[in-house]
């Protein structure tokens, strides 16, 4: 009776422990788990500190663009007052209060003539259509940038397994070596040679535990979450192959890549600057009107005075002297749009230098990716075989852990290059103005368990 007591008891137990551990995955489940492609890029979208500092700036251009239009509308202001005077050496019949006034005026003053509005309109304008490209054109970043920090997730999760079974055979042959010295088969150099070898396989294996961790902690600084475990590649998927012209993305890319419309809108920016301020030399004109009333309630001195009157005129400026100010800005502005074109045509030159150098790199890792999958394939047929026969006593425990590790180096080897020809795919993408989420669903649908 009392052994089934315990054992109802250890029942229990284990129930409440099984309770309490599937409590703990559904909290903190949907904030550590299986790093997925689409879920990193939705999350950068969310907590990625540049990207609200752009948003914010397109608000500040709206806000610019606001201000700009709203100098053309009327100025309307309104001023009342009212006082009272006392004159304490005044004697005789009376009030010591001598006299009260309340006075309002109603000013109103409409622009008619400002030639640089215009000019500062379309600056303003040049400037928020800057804002909104800006903000397309880092979510795009951020679809390049989440699947680099992935994949290189993925790639030190597979070069930390092999550094695993790395050190795991350098343990093996020094346990070995160990042995052999303690019988007198092999030498202290021998033996010294496979104890350092061991050494350095541990070293080597926290390097690739510390570059999985920074790999982790590269992603949480993108998404402000944390990665227990990554999907991996199947090294045999079938990559769907593209090809590119160079001399066409070249072209293509000068006219609609987002870097090149962002240069090109501080070329016209600048352009509307000079613009503006040589207008500031041009003679304004204004439409003003005022509306005055007044009403004075005289104590002993004076008696009650109220008094209404409108004014309706024209203001014309001409500015004639300004000490040089105006010159400088309009110099300062040419300066700028010297400039402006100066960065446009240098960012061509690097924009078709990239494209040259990603073109090419694309062309290289295809073929390497054939080279890396008949490689794979043949470590695989050579691990077999070892295998089979480390059964029948042909190979020992060393060569099949041997022949696994090649394996797993190929096979690393050939999910990094498809994975650098993936990354090379998306920037290729981008500059011909083609690369969408889509592209980034298609990725995340090629990673398995």
């Not at 290059?417 to 993936?422: A, G, I, K, P, V």
């Not at 990354?423 to 980034?440: A, F, G, M, R, W």
């Given at each position: 009776?009392?052994g089934q007591m315990r054992l109802m008891?250890?029942?229990?137990?284990?129930?409440?422990?099984?309770?309490?551990?599937?409590?703990?995955?559904?909290?903190?489940?949907?904030?550590?788990?299986?790093?997925?492609?689409?879920?990193?890029?939705?999350?950068?979208?969310?907590?990625?500190?540049?990207?609200?500092?752009?948003?914010?700036?397109?608000?500040?251009?709206?806000?610019?663009?606001?201000?700009?239009?709203?100098?053309?509308?009327?100025?309307?202001?309104?001023?009342?007052?009212?006082?009272?005077?006392?004159?304490?050496?005044?004697?005789?019949?009376?009030?010591?209060?001598?006299?009260?006034?309340?006075?309002?005026?109603?000013?109103?003053?409409?622009?008619?003539?400002?030639?640089?509005?215009?000019?500062?309109?379309?600056?303003?304008?040049?400037?928020?259509?800057?804002?909104?490209?800006?903000?397309?054109?880092?979510?795009?970043?951020?679809?390049?940038?989440?699947?680099?920090?992935?994949?290189?997730?993925?790639?030190?999760?597979?070069?930390?397994?092999?550094?695993?079974?790395?050190?795991?055979?350098?343990?093996?042959?020094?346990?070995?070596?160990?042995?052999?010295?303690?019988?007198?088969?092999?030498?202290?150099?021998?033996?010294?040679?496979?104890?350092?070898?061991?050494?350095?396989?541990?070293?080597?294996?926290?390097?690739?535990?510390?570059?999985?961790?920074?790999?982790?902690?590269?992603?949480?600084?993108?998404?402000?979450?944390?990665?227990?475990?990554?999907?991996?590649?199947?090294?045999?998927?079938?990559?769907?192959?593209?090809?590119?012209?160079?001399?066409?993305?070249?072209?293509?890319?000068?006219?609609?890549?987002?870097?090149?419309?962002?240069?090109?809108?501080?070329?016209?920016?600048?352009?509307?600057?000079?613009?503006?301020?040589?207008?500031?030399?041009?003679?304004?004109?204004?439409?003003?009107?005022?509306?005055?009333?007044?009403?004075?309630?005289?104590?002993?001195?004076?008696?009650?005075?109220?008094?209404?009157?409108?004014?309706?005129?024209?203001?014309?400026?001409?500015?004639?002297?300004?000490?040089?100010?105006?010159?400088?800005?309009?110099?300062?502005?040419?300066?700028?749009?010297?400039?402006?074109?100066?960065?446009?045509?240098?960012?061509?030159?690097?924009?078709?230098?990239?494209?040259?150098?990603?073109?090419?790199?694309?062309?290289?890792?295809?073929?390497?990716?054939?080279?890396?999958?008949?490689?794979?394939?043949?470590?695989?047929?050579?691990y077999k075989t070892i295998k089979n026969?480390?059964?029948?006593?042909?190979?020992?425990?060393?060569?099949?852990?041997?022949?696994?590790?090649?394996?797993?180096?190929?096979?690393?080897?050939?999910?990094?290059?498809?994975?650098?020809?993936?990354?090379?795919?998306?920037?290729?993408?981008?500059?011909?103005?083609?690369?969408?989420?889509?592209?980034?669903?298609?990725?995340?649908?090629?990673?398995?368990?």
């Amino acid at each position: 009776m009392l052994g089934q007591m315990r054992l109802m008891k250890q029942w229990v137990n284990m129930f409440k422990h099984t309770i309490f551990f599937m409590l703990v995955i559904m909290v903190f489940e949907p904030y550590a788990h299986a790093a997925d492609l689409v879920d990193i890029y939705n999350r950068s979208l969310l907590h990625n500190n540049d990207l609200k500092v752009i948003t914010n700036n397109h608000k500040i251009s709206k806000e610019i663009y606001n201000q700009t239009s709203s100098s053309i509308f009327p100025e309307v202001s309104i001023t009342a007052t009212t006082q009272e005077n006392y004159i304490n050496r005044y004697t005789g019949s009376g009030n010591v209060s001598d006299y009260t006034s309340d006075t309002a005026t109603v000013n109103i003053k409409q622009p008619i003539i400002r030639i640089y509005f215009f000019d500062e309109l379309n600056k303003a304008e040049s400037i928020l259509d800057k804002s909104e490209i800006s903000i397309e054109n880092y979510r795009r970043d951020l679809m390049i940038k989440s699947t680099e920090l992935y994949f290189a997730l993925v790639n030190a999760q597979n070069r930390l397994n092999e550094a695993k079974i790395k050190n795991n055979i350098s343990l093996l042959r020094f346990n070995n070596a160990k042995n052999l010295f303690s019988n007198g088969f092999i030498t202290d150099v021998e033996f010294n040679k496979y104890k350092n070898e061991y050494r350095i396989s541990n070293v080597d294996y926290q390097i690739s535990d510390n570059n999985l961790v920074l790999a982790k902690q590269d992603i949480y600084l993108l998404t402000g979450k944390d990665i227990l475990e990554v999907n991996n590649l199947n090294p045999m998927i079938d990559i769907p192959l593209s090809f590119y012209d160079k001399d066409l993305l070249i072209n293509k890319a000068m006219n609609s890549f987002d870097s090149i419309k962002l240069a090109m809108l501080d070329v016209s920016i600048s352009q509307d600057e000079i613009k503006s301020n040589k207008s500031q030399h041009y003679p304004t004109l204004d439409f003003t009107a005022t509306y005055d009333y007044s009403d004075i309630t005289g104590g002993s001195r004076l008696g009650q005075q109220t008094r209404e009157s409108n004014t309706i005129g024209l203001t014309l400026n001409i500015p004639i002297y300004q000490g040089g100010y105006q010159s400088s800005k309009v110099n300062e502005a040419r300066y700028k749009y010297e400039n402006s074109k100066l960065a446009l045509d240098q960012l061509r030159r690097n924009i078709k230098k990239d494209i040259i150098n990603n073109v090419n790199t694309h062309n290289i890792l295809k073929n390497l990716m054939i080279a890396n999958k008949e490689n794979y394939l043949s470590k695989n047929e050579d691990y077999k075989t070892i295998k089979n026969g480390q059964y029948s006593g042909i190979y020992t425990d060393v060569e099949l852990s041997e022949a696994e590790y090649d394996l797993n180096v190929a096979r690393n080897d050939l999910i990094e290059t498809t994975l650098n020809y993936l990354i090379v795919d998306l920037k290729l993408k981008n500059y011909s103005s083609e690369l969408n989420i889509k592209n980034i669903k298609q990725l995340n649908d090629m990673f398995i368990w």
